[in-house]
């Protein structure tokens, strides 16, 4: 799989939005572009690849995703929500979810099932019998601030790696979603 070191599209944004939410007052680090080959083995696996995140964790994991929504926004046909996605049975934090949702781009089911809040975006487009495929346009390391590690249960300073991402859909090629999506680090038990 072929990716730019850095992102052209809105991900980037999505991250640095998100990070100045996370810690008001402070100018967030860049986070530091890679190549796909320049990241860890057990990251490569979970990121390189063109399908969703949410069952990709959910094989690694052994468990299904349960879904936090930490924070969302409705602007026009996007949705933008930020989103902790842990193991339903063990708790621990796999993946925050930066995402974009084009909701003009989504069946009527898909698109009440997101409103509601309760199950990922992958999981509700594969529901919905929508197909797509997962595009990276670039992997990143940033380090955990004392917010983040917060959130991910890290210690601060850990190293967490990532990848910004455009969903779209099979049939048409139309663009569903931009995302950055960060792993926790943690492994299963």
């Known amino acids: ?14 991250l640095t939005g998100f990070l100045r939410q996370l810690s008001p007052g402070r100018d967030p680090s860049p986070p530091l572009w890679l190549e796909a080959d320049g990241l860890p083995d057990v990251p490569r696996r979970l990121l390189v690849h063109d399908h969703g995140m949410t069952a990709t964790l959910e094989a690694f994991w052994g468990e299904q995703m349960r879904l936090s929504v930490l ?31 084009r909701l003009d781009a989504l069946p009527a089911g ?40 917060r ?8 190293a967490v790696h990532g990848r910004a991402t455009t969903l779209y859909a099979q049939n048409d090629g139309r663009v569903l979603a931009t995302a950055v999506e960060l792993l926790s680090g943690h492994q299963p038990a």
């Open 71 to 101: 924070h969302t926004e409705e602007t026009g046909n996007l949705l933008r929500r930020h989103v902790l996605l842990s193991g339903a049975e063990s708790g621990t934090p796999a993946e925050l979810g930066l995402i974009e949702i």
């Open 110 to 149: 898909a698109l009440f099932a997101v409103r509601q809040r309760r199950i990922p975006f992958g999981a509700i487009l594969s529901a919905c019998g929508v197909s797509f495929r997962s595009q990276p346009a670039g992997f990143l390391r940033l380090v955990a601030t004392d917010e983040l590690a």
């Open 1 to 14: 799989m072929t990716v730019t070191a850095r992102p052209t599209d809105a991900s980037p944004d999505l």
């Open 151 to 158: 959130l991910l249960r890290l210690t601060p300073g850990s």
